[in-house]
């Protein structure tokens, strides 16, 4: 069956610092991809939608210039969020649709002290 | 834009009883409409998923059901067992291949 993987798993990071989390479709493409983010307890929020090889689109409320979103290949996709702060900690979750279904990734877990 | 409500939020049953779970969507063009399942610290796993030209799918346990008119669809689960315990979450898009807006969970316990 179709996989989407994520890189890495977990990550614990300083305020003010940088993190990159990667998403990859490791047996088919992705020309479209999707940004989730879930808090404790709670449901997945849409962040944003990656197109590979044009900008990424938003959902109201997210900052594009703090979730920096690259879909350079058909492939991969990589979230960066910027200058970090505690309340950034999250449960960070990627998915793809293979033309059946969207699948999800097993999520990035952040922490930021 | 779409908007997802599903109930109730907690679901207690006893092992071999039935469980449902019902979602109301806002937008009328909404068309797809997946079930997922998801275990604590995990990734949401799709059980089941119906679009809008089926009123009804079923998977052994597992039954889905669609009312366009009402703009509501509900997850039903018999013979529930302990390991059916876990979040569920219902999700609606205008089209397969969109983004999905979820609900908000419903946390079901089977007790044995």
């Known amino acids: 069956g179709a996989v989407v993987s994520q890189h890495p798993s977990r990550v614990i990071c300083k305020s003010g610092t940088s993190v990159k989390i990667e998403c990859r479709s490791l047996d088919f493409q992705a020309t479209t991809m999707f940004w989730y983010r879930q808090f404790p307890k709670q449901s997945l929020m849409l962040m944003a939608t990656s197109n590979e090889g044009s900008k990424a689109t938003y959902e109201q409320g997210v900052e594009k210039d703090k979730f920096l979103i690259n879909h350079a290949s058909l492939t991969l996709s990589t979230l960066t969020v910027t200058s970090a702060h505690p309340e950034d900690s999250s449960f960070y979750i990627c998915?793809?649709?293979?033309?059946?279904?969207?699948?999800f990734g097993p999520g990035t877990r952040l922490l930021v002290l | 834009g779409e908007n997802v409500e599903q109930h109730p939020s907690t679901l207690s049953v006893q092992e071999g009883d039935s469980a449902v779970i019902k979602c109301t969507y806002s937008?009328?063009?909404?068309?797809?409409f997946p079930w997922y399942k998801q275990e604590l610290g995990k990734r949401p796993q799709l059980i089941i998923d119906?679009?809008?030209?089926?009123g009804e799918k079923k998977d052994q346990r597992i039954a889905v059901t669609l009312n366009k008119t009402a703009k509501h669809f509900s997850l039903h689960i018999t013979e529930t067992q302990p390991e059916d315990s876990a979040v569920y979450f219902c999700a609606a898009s205008i089209q397969a291949g969109t983004a999905l807006i979820f609900g908000k969970g419903t946390t079901l316990s089977v007790s044995s």
């Open positions: 119906i679009r809008s030209n089926v």
């Open positions: 998915s793809a649709w293979t033309g059946e279904t969207q699948y």
């Open positions: 937008d009328s063009a909404s068309n797809y």
